[in-house]
Antibody, heavy 120, light 107 residues
Framework: EVQVVESGGALVQPGRSLRLSCAAS????????MHWVRQAPGKGLEWVSG????????GYADSVKGRFTISRDNAKNSLHLQMDNLRAEDTALYYC?????????????WGQGTLVTVSS | EIVMTQSPATLSVSPGERATLSCRAS??????LAWYQQIPGQAPRLLIY???TRATGIPARFSGSGSGTEFTLTISGLQSEDFAVYYC??????????FGGGTKVEI
């Protein structure tokens, strides 16, 4: 059974950092790209960042470029999102999503999300 | 950036009726279009990929059509568990990957 489980969400002050993690199981992790998608309270889905199977291709939304860094550890079947210089508008539920292909595409499995709240 | 526009924002239908949801892309995305269902309090679920292919385990009452810039998700014979928010997403070009604003299907 495919599972992706996020962790690391917390309440943080503006300007501080946070690192999210995603543990994957039930599939060959290094065959697929992985992505982060967020959802602000009461709002729609926003793609944040994605990383290809071998970390050779990485992309970011303009809203997070230069502040967030995505990485993966294929030996540990894990995905990470380093979030620096956090802003109030980064407050959201962050989903880890498995891509159906090795680089980018649709998202066939999603975690339940981890909540990031940026507030003083 | 490819902008995805969904309409209507809210669709009121009765159980057993058909619902037709639209998604428009600001430029051609070929058939690189997915649809997701999100029930309140739950993660999104993939319904359709490649504009018209149902994902694993998705009932036949869900169907997708279209290509280029105009896409449709049709739900035939709405059941109580189908009342949710539906999002389209393009994956023709990245970054960024982009979602539509969503259509809420309500009773």
């Amino acid at each position: 059974e495919v599972q992706v489980v996020e962790s690391g969400g917390a309440l943080v002050q503006p300007g501080r950092s946070l690192r999210l993690s995603c543990a994957a199981s039930g599939f060959t992790f290094d065959d697929y790209a992985m992505h982060w998608v967020r959802q602000a309270p009461g709002k729609g889905l926003e793609w944040v960042s994605g990383i290809s199977w071998n970390s050779g291709s990485i992309g970011y939304a303009d809203s997070v470029k230069g502040r967030f860094t995505i990485s993966r550890d294929n030996a540990k079947n894990s995905l990470h999102l380093q979030m620096d210089n956090l802003r109030a508008e980064d407050t959201a539920l962050y989903y880890c999503a498995k891509c159906s292909s090795y680089s980018y595409g649709d998202f066939d499995y999603w975690g339940q999300g981890t909540l990031v709240t940026v507030s003083s | 950036e490819i902008v995805m526009t969904q309409s209507p924002a809210t669709l009121s239908v009765s159980p057993g009726e058909r619902a037709t949801l639209s998604c428009r892309a600001s430029q051609s995305v070929s058939s690189n279009l997915a649809w997701y269902q999100q029930i309140p309090g739950q993660a999104p679920r993939l319904l359709i990929y490649g504009a018209s292919t149902r994902a694993t385990g998705i009932p036949a009452r869900f169907s997708g059509s279209g290509s280029g810039t105009e896409f449709t998700l049709t739900i035939s014979g709405l059941q109580s568990e189908d009342f949710a928010v539906y999002y389209c997403q393009q994956y023709n070009n990245w970054p960024p990957l982009t979602f539509g604003g969503g259509t809420k299907v309500e009773i």
